[in-house]
């Protein structure tokens, strides 16, 4: 006699909703690390978002010392400095969701929307940082070292580059693409491993 990989999941699921025993991808890629645990991982995104807030108000502060507040909006650095605040906001309620079922959409069947703002805005950030780096050491570096602008053109680059390498989301929005539309949810045993790799290997996954 056969039998479905959808009739195995069937027992699992309570009131359509994914178990701890087979939550939805997105809790893995988006919620957990590949080399920390869980809480540790929550934490470092805390601290990373902290520290990033602190960068943002001291070049506020700085900035208003010497100009009005209402320039410091056109310097591309700044803006990246408020999208990168955004996105580490966004990644920290995400993971908080994952870790501390902070959220009754924990259990989503389909990808909440913060975490399709995670994902774009990863993928938005993470260029832009590099690139906000590129062209103040190459074109904007008078010869003298600020502390400030140490941060906001190194250190951002090294904050995005940091929570790239420990997490587990795509590296673009078009990678994510397929695991972040509303249409249905691919759902997996929860593990350590990356769950596209394992359906790749034969695993058993089931689509709902």
Known sequence: MRCSCASLVEPLRVNNRPTEAFPPIWHTR????????PKAFFAVRVAL???WAA???WSLGDWVHGYEIGYWFTKLTHWSAVLQLAYHAVAVYTTGVV???ASSEAGARTNPSFVVATL?????????SFMVCLLYWTLGFGGTLHALSNFTHGVNFVAMAFDGLINRQPADAERGEGETGSK????????????ARAAARGAPVARV
């Open 49 to 51: 978002a902290v520290s």
């Open 30 to 37: 988006y919620g957990t690390s590949a080399c920390l645990t």
């Open 184 to 195: 249905g949810a691919t759902w997996a045993p929860h593990s350590r491993r990356d769950p």
């Open 99 to 101: 870790v501390l079922r």
């Open 120 to 128: 774009v805005l990863q993928s938005v950030m993470l260029p832009i």
């Open 55 to 57: 960068v943002v108000a």
